[in-house]
């Protein structure tokens, strides 16, 4: 074998070792000082030893509200950009607000165990190779089973306990872990959407293809969003290629999926894909900026929301806020009984929202419905005792049931 032979075989395997192992370059996110979330610690009986999750909460967390998960792995690099996109998308109202649980590797190489099935003797552009075979071996990899029944459950579990979820849960992996996500695919997991960013399905020479095909015969429920890095100096068809037949697979199988392909590089197609994959998966969820002008019910709100459930396969409940709007549009325009059923959908707001109980309790007046009006005007005094349009209206009441 030449010296240009060798060097060339060396760099074909080096190309495949960094789309899988390069992530510990990233490592120094975990020293952040500005880090936003919270560092807990889970004893896994599956792994037989305590791994460490992280977690953050959306701006203005409230217990008494449900919220969908974000589960994102390789967490020292993903955590902090995954969870302050998820806001910045969240306040624009591109997707709703959600607790962001980050799953971080121990090293490289344990990395490569947890999130593997089998073995692997092919490099990222298809072709065998004895040498990638070594850091593939069967001692090296094959640990995704107990991996899985980790994530599973353990994680998934414990942040239930310990935070107010919707049991709508997103996954994303990059890379290897976007592989492992593929292959979780059909088996038992609880994400309803996976998102897997330049996912490594040429691993084994696409087995994961094969996986799925054999195994997902019965429905998939799965929101599946696939994005491929076709720029940068690894670029290769065959990275291409395998994921548009793993896309073309699910299609296939009507699973409601979407294949995305960036001029971008294995590395910096996780912005772009995050940004694009979470704005995709809530498309259509919010209802827009509701104007005074607008004709707009309670009903129209429940029929918006009950549109984008059956399009993710989950229920996802009005938000109080379009209920709270709807009644406010409805009022203003003097819609007396459709302000009405938008304000009666907004309890969680009785106890605080005091021009929403005024409108609420003038809706009713104004239908001389005044024993449910003065209802609502007590509300109000509950809440502001010394508010003097509730007095002076319950005043008015009074009278004009006298008079009755």
């Known amino acids: 074998m030449t010296s240009f032979d060798t060097k060339k075989k060396q760099s074909m395997k080096y190309i495949a070792l960094v789309l899988i192992l390069s992530l510990n370059c990233f490592t120094a996110f975990s020293q952040d000082p500005d880090f936003g979330g919270k560092k807990h610690s889970i004893n896994s009986k599956y792994l037989n030893e305590s791994r460490e999750i992280w977690v953050g909460l959306p701006a203005g967390y409230d217990s008494t509200i ?40 121990q090293d490289p190489q344990k990395r490569v165990y947890d999130l593997t099935f089998t073995t692997n003797s092919y490099n990222s552009d298809g072709t065998p190779d004895s040498l990638i075979a070594t850091y593939f071996s069967d001692s ?68 994961v293809i094969r996986y799925v095909e054999k195994n997902g015969n019965s429905k998939i429920q799965s929101n599946v969003f696939i994005s491929t890095a076709n720029g940068g100096k690894e670029r290769q068809q065959y990275n291409v290629d395998t994921h548009q037949e793993f896309y073309d697979l699910l299609q296939g199988k009507k699973v409601n999926s979407e294949l995305k392909i960036y001029e971008e590089g294995h590395s910096s197609v996780r912005l772009p894909s995050l940004i694009d994959g979470l704005t995709n998966l809530y498309e259509g969820y919010a209802i827009g900026t509701i104007m005074p002008t607008d004709t707009i019910t309670a009903q129209d709100v429940k029929d918006h929301y009950a549109a984008f459930s059956n399009k993710v396969n989950f229920e996802f409940t009005p938000t109080v806020e379009a209920f709270r ?44 419905e005044y024993g449910k009006s003065m209802e609502v005007y007590e509300m109000v005094l509950e809440i502001d005792p010394t508010n003097e349009g509730a007095q002076l209206r319950k005043e008015e009441i009074k009278k004009l049931l006298d008079k009755g």
Request: aromatic share 18%; charged share 20%; net charge negative.
């Open 66 to 105: 449900s919220y969908p998960t974000i589960y994102v792995m390789d967490a020292e690099y993903q955590f902090d950009i995954t969870y302050a996109i998820m806001k910045e998308l969240a306040v624009n109202d591109k997707i709703p607000n959600h607790i962001v649980v980050g799953i971080p590797y």
């Open 140 to 207: 090296l990899t094959g640990g995704g089973v107990n991996f899985l029944k980790y994530l599973v459950d353990e994680v998934v579990p414990w942040v239930n306990s310990e935070y107010n979820t919707n049991g709508f849960d997103v996954y994303i992996g990059h890379s290897l872990s976007g592989y492992f996500g593929a292959y979780m695919l059909v088996q038992e997991n609880p994400f309803e959407a996976l998102q897997l960013y330049d996912p490594s399905i040429w691993y084994e020479h696409g087995d």
């Open 325 to 368: 709007w709807t009644g406010y549009v409805n009022h203003y325009q003097g819609k007396w009984p459709e302000a009405i059923d938008a304000y009666k959908e907004c309890t969680s707001l009785y106890k605080s929202d005091l021009m929403m109980l005024l409108e609420f309790a003038d809706c009713y007046f104004q239908l001389e």
